[in-house]
């Protein structure tokens, strides 16, 4: 049976093999995509053994067409390997190296020596160093370590993923929720005081609206009752400002505009949300979204600077979307939909109804049956 070849590359890898990992890698590049798990590997592996021979060019070259890898933990790595071989060089001083004086002018020393060495053994010379790859200075130990530290951040710190649900329950009343989940299984500081503060139990922090949490301490929920539109779109925005406060990131308020018109029969609602994360910086792991349930891709409008995707329902109706949100831009959202009345149809039905009960009761009159009487 034959080996596989990315585990024959991280032993060579191990070994310092750094052209045996290119030989056995190169010719699969083409054969594995890198928005897979496998090809992304196979990059990274090829992307470490350019470093270990000093081609950190052809590395980062490797590295960016990774960022748009659908797993998660291989695009961030990749993405934080990439912020290291993009970092700026910095020049050393000169009081970080001995130089040492010009001994051209200077007496030589063979005479006075030569009796010694005459009498001395001779030594052998020592043997050559081993070889070794071109390195720049001052690349090596310290883009080795600085590596090893965002990985194991990357590792330690986990994957955050945040989904705020904007839900519609009928003409006039919304409630909003927030799903944090954490890849590590336990809370993220992060996550921690974000809970506390929605629940009002943070020291300087109004509540932004009735929040209650539920979930364990890695996946938690927290959501509002079924609110008036307003109170609740209210309730998301301040808790958007407290997400902000907390992450020490000088966010925009969002921009939420609400317009809601009765037609008897349904509700025509249309609704405006901006969020403005220009602040906030890309950082590997962090994944945010808006839910939207139950709406149809029809409702919306515009949808900014990322496309709206249909999510997976938990009831099978989908009828849920997923706007993914943008750290560094500017993002909007724009939708208008019809939401029917219940009491507006009952009432058409019963107007529709009426006079076809009226006309059969002419039609029974005329016929000399009468008007319908009680029994005796």
């Known amino acids: 049976m034959a080996e596989d070849p990315l585990a024959e590359a991280r032993r060579a890898l191990d070994r310092g093999e750094y052209g045996q990992v290119l030989r056995l890698l190169e010719p699969l590049q083409e054969e594995r995509s890198p928005l897979t798990a496998a090809g992304a590997e196979l990059r990274l592996l090829m992307a470490t053994a350019l470093m270990g021979q000093g081609r950190t060019d052809q590395a980062a070259a490797c590295c960016r067409g990774l960022v748009r890898c659908r797993d998660a933990t291989l695009r961030a790595q990749a993405k934080a390997l990439l912020l290291v071989l993009e970092a700026p060089e910095l020049r050393r001083p000169s009081n ?33 160093p081993p070889p070794v790859g071109p390195t720049r200075a001052p690349v090596g130990f310290a883009v ?9 951040a990357a590792l330690l710190g986990g994957c955050m993923e945040v989904r705020t649900e904007l839900r519609f329950e009928g003409p006039g009343r919304l409630q909003v929720s927030h799903q944090l989940r954490s890849d590590t299984g336990t809370g993220t500081p992060w ?27 890695g996946d938690q929920l927290v959501s509002t009752p079924v609110l008036p539109a307003l109170e609740a779109l ?11 406060r907390l992450s020490g990131v000088p966010l925009a308020a969002p921009v939420v505009v609400w317009e809601e018109r009765n037609w008897l029969l349904g509700v025509r609602q249309h609704l405006r949300l901006e969020l403005d994360l220009q602040a906030l910086e890309a950082i590997p792991g962090l994944d945010l979204a808006v839910v939207l349930a139950p709406v149809r891709p029809a409702a919306v409008l515009r949808a900014s600077p990322a496309a ?3 999510a997976p329902a938990g009831d099978g109706s989908g009828r849920r979307l997923l706007w993914p949100l943008q750290p560094g831009q500017v993002n909007v959202l724009e939708l208008r939909c019809w939401r029917w009345s219940g009491l507006g149809l009952g009432a058409a039905a019963v107007g529709l109804v009426l006079p076809l009960v009226l006309g059969l009761q002419a039609i029974r009159q ?11």
Do not use: C, K
């Open 191 to 217: 996550q921690r005081r974000f809970v506390a503060a929605l629940e009002g139990h943070a020291e300087g922090i109004p509540a932004p609206g009735p929040f209650r949490p539920s979930g364990g301490s």
């Open 234 to 244: 209210g309730a998301l925005a301040g808790s958007l400002e407290v997400a902000g």
């Open 308 to 310: 709206i995707a249909a």
């Open 144 to 152: 080795v370590v600085a590596v090893v530290l965002v990985l194991l």
């Open 96 to 128: 970080w190296s001995l130089t040492l004086p010009d001994l051209s002018g200077t007496t030589p020393l063979e005479g006075v020596g030569a009796g010694v060495s005459r009498r001395s053994r001779r030594r052998p010379e020592p043997p050559p």
């Open 366 to 376: 005329r016929l000399g049956f009468g008007l319908p009487e009680l029994p005796a």
